[in-house]
């Protein structure tokens, strides 16, 4: 008789809470659940804010700000990361994160508070493509799905105390508090995490020599990428005060732009070429389409149905909870990655449709609820999926150039379409009807951007 032989042995697979992974998934949670709480407070106070500091002219400038910051952001973080490993652009963006928190709450005008989100994204942008190169690094290939899905997992508490919590502590303190309250909550999630950030994963690739990884080239690429769509918004927020100068500003903006990303992202990502190219910026079709939208649900809900704050943040809520649900199936599903992309850009651009309901005279505003469980449903299956899909096609030493690449089409996709969904409320006016009207016309555009994601799909392969 011989004894049992090794390949014998059943295998039995890791899980992001073995002991090896243990403290890592842990820290990532902790971070990505602080986050999730000031990402779904936001959106339910900004309607309160927007009235004591006069700034719904700046309503959608005010989410742009934030996402057109954590462009450059990304793309610093990830050639950092790249070259010196993801421990340090992690701690810096949460120090970043935590001092626009604290000028957020401190405000006194609708300028200082751009200023703020401003800098918040800046700390947001460089912590999440740390992020991402942390579980490309500290993680197995066949990890990699499980991991992201925990991330979603993590916005479920959040997501369903959050906006009701931001709703009742600016009713009782006011909004500011919303943002003070977030700040001590990082001292726990800190602590948790060095110990992961002390001994990073390290690999044995070659270091980046490509295009991209040219840290003076590509830092002046992110600023006209972030100049770029900055100016690109002013320009179109003016359009309808200032026609000729808004023309211009827009199309020096647009050059700007295309100037950067033709540097930021793979090489043929702007004509589609298959593969990783396209596979960067269907994340951009997925943000615009449903964050276009999300941002002015409610501002919609409050102003033209009258819910109160904690009400409105109830569809927020239910479309996080439908984005863990189909991010969990993603993980759990083989079906080639582009089916489960165009099945997710369907969904979202469904749920887009479906959010015209609520605004309707004849309709209940509860319609939104079941509208962004859709939707979310679309961006988990779709947004895990897309980052799955492209560690896998980018060699190990290019995942921060490709991890903040996919960051830029992400941040970008939305701040366009959060900016141009501001501008389109600021031409059609500020009363409840002109809202209701804006509100329309924003889920009809964003829904033409998910049917474009649906139908560039197959491209990714």
């Keep these: ?133 942390m579980i490309a690094r500290v993680y197995p290939a066949e990890m990699r799905p499980k991991a992201f899905a925990a991330i979603s997992a993590a916005w479920v508490v959040p997501s369903m105390v959050g906006p009701a919590v931001a709703g009742f502590v600016a009713g009782q303190w006011g909004w500011r508090y919303v943002f003070y309250g977030i700040i001590p909550l990082v001292v726990p999630a800190l602590v948790m995490l060095i110990p992961a950030l002390r001994k990073p994963a390290t690999s044995d690739e070659a270091p980046p020599d490509g295009p991209r990884s040219r840290p003076l080239a590509m830092t002046l690429a992110a600023a006209a990428a972030a100049g770029g769509a900055g100016v690109l918004l002013h320009g179109v927020d003016r359009l309808h005060l200032a026609p000729l100068i ?92 582009y089916r489960r992309i165009r099945l997710a850009a369907a969904g979202v651009t469904a749920g887009v449709l479906l959010a015209v309901l609520p605004v309707l005279p004849w309709v209940t505003g509860w319609v939104a609820v079941p509208a962004w469980i859709v939707a979310g449903f679309g961006m988990g299956l779709g947004m895990a999926t897309i980052s799955v899909t492209a560690l896998k096609q980018s060699p190990v030493n290019e995942q921060g150039a490709n991890s903040a690449a996919l960051s830029v089409t992400d941040m970008l996709g939305s701040a366009l379409a959060v900016g141009v969904g501001g501008a389109l409320i600021n031409l059609i006016g500020h009363s409840s009807a002109q809202i209701a009207t804006g509100f329309v016309v924003i889920c009809l555009l964003m829904a033409v951007i998910g049917l474009g994601g649906t139908a560039l799909a197959g491209r990714i392969r």
């Design 246 to 337: 808004g023309a211009v500003e827009t199309a020096a903006g647009l050059g700007l732009l295309v100037y950067g990303l033709h540097r930021l992202l793979p090489p043929g990502a702007l004509r589609f070429v298959r593969g990783l190219p396209t596979t960067v910026l269907m994340r951009g079709f997925f943000t615009a389409s449903f964050f276009g939208v999300n941002s002015f649900i409610p501002l919609a809900l409050q102003e033209v149905k009258g819910f109160e704050a904690a009400q409105a943040g109830i569809a927020l809520t239910t479309g996080a909870l439908g984005w863990s649900a189909g991010s969990y199936l993603q993980s759990r599903r083989d079906a080639a990655p």
């Design 1 to 133: 008789m011989t004894g049992p032989k090794a390949l014998d042995a059943p295998h039995v697979p890791h899980r992001i809470l073995d002991p090896a992974y243990r403290t890592a998934t842990l820290g990532i949670l902790l971070v990505v659940t602080l986050v999730a709480f000031e990402g779904m407070s936001v959106g339910v106070v900004m309607p309160d804010l927007a009235r004591e500091l006069n700034a719904f002219d700046l309503y959608g400038l005010s989410f742009s700000a934030f996402l057109v910051s954590s462009l450059f952001a990304n793309v610093v973080a990830g050639l950092w990361s790249d070259r010196r490993g993801y421990a340090v652009p992690f701690l810096v963006g949460l120090a970043l994160f935590v001092a626009g928190m604290g000028l957020a709450g401190a405000a006194q005008s609708a300028e200082m508070f751009l200023m703020a989100r401003a800098v918040q994204g800046l700390g947001a942008g460089a912590s999440f493509v740390a992020l991402l190169v």
